[in-house]
């Protein structure tokens, strides 16, 4: 079966190092190929303990859009259990060249664990197994971060991770199914870390027009606001299909998205 495992809807500091959600990305399958995207404190022990159990050892690669803490906590963790203790070098890590670079966020030690580590750039396509992808144009945060473009079958997949607006954002994602992280309820002038609020959710999917948006990655004022109460009134507004991921929520790729 192929399906997408939110197994931590948690962003940024707060929300994350208290654990008012979980954090630790998402898992996605497609036929018999399992990537994780962006894993974060907690994903080892969540993927063991989810019911189904999800199995690391199964992991064909390991994705990180960018190289901040919560997006790369258990990332170290995860190859090694991908890899079983390092002693099967097996599956792929892709990531940006400064999540790896300057300051990075895997060890190097670890690295050879992996049967490749592939670099994230602009632009440029991928595949692993059953999952082919591409990345757009580098977005607009701290360190250097991709969103993803699944060009997955029966449905193709989006994902806009952290970053501030930009115009070009809404033409660039084009998913009948579009993950975005939401940190922010409310746009924040000259916010220093740079997310996506709701506005800005609004701005994108009223362009892009997804199936089925689902919005994850919830700061503190998105946490307060209750999620699913926010998704329920965007799609009111904007006459959208939107949801508000919860942990452990799984969608399947193979379902009608209109129900
Ligand atoms: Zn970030």
């Known amino acids: 079966m192929s399906f997408i495992k939110f197994i931590g809807t948690a962003g ?9 959600r979980s954090s630790g990305g998402v898992w996605l399958s497609v036929g018999k190929t399992n990537l994780y995207i962006d894993p974060g404190p907690g994903a080892l022990v969540r993927c063991l303990n989810s019911k189904p159990k999800l199995e690391p050892s199964a992991l064909d690669g390991i ?5 901040h803490l919560d997006h790369s906590g258990d990332v170290n963790i ?6 079983e203790g390092g002693f099967k070098k097996r599956g792929v890590l892709f990531a940006p060249g400064d999540a790896l670079e300057e300051d990075p966020v895997v060890l190097k030690y ?6 490749k580590v592939e670099v994230l750039k602009e632009n440029s396509e991928y595949r692993i197994g059953e999952i082919q ?10 360190v250097e971060t991709y969103g993803i473009n699944f060009k997955t079958s029966p449905r193709t997949v989006s994902l806009i991770a952290d970053t501030k607006f930009f115009p070009d954002l809404p033409h660039l994602y084009r ?16 916010e220093p870390i740079e997310h996506l609020s709701i506005e800005d959710v609004k701005s994108i999917i009223e362009k ?3 199936k089925l948006t689902v919005l994850t990655h919830f700061g503190m004022t998105m946490i307060k606001a209750k999620p699913w109460a926010v998704a329920a009134e965007l799609e009111k507004e904007s006459g959208l299909r939107v949801i508000a ?5 799984k969608i399947d790729l193979e379902r009608d998205l209109e129900n």
Do not use: C, W
């Not at 995860?78 to 890899?83: G, P, R």
């Not at 670890?110 to 049967?115: A, F, H, K, M, T």
């Not at 992808?133 to 701290?142: G, I, L």
């Open 175 to 190: 998913g009948e199914i579009l993950i975005i992280h939401v940190v922010r309820l409310k746009p924040v002038v000259d």
């Open 110 to 115: 670890v690295r050879n664990y992996v049967e």
């Open 133 to 142: 992808f591409s990345t757009a144009q580098k977005h607009q945060h701290r």
């Open 245 to 249: 991921a919860s942990d452990g929520m």
């Open 78 to 83: 995860l190859i090694e259990a991908m890899t």
């Open 208 to 210: 892009a027009k997804p």
């Open 63 to 67: 994705l990180l859009t960018h190289k």
């Open 12 to 20: 940024a500091r707060f929300v994350v190092t208290k654990q008012l």
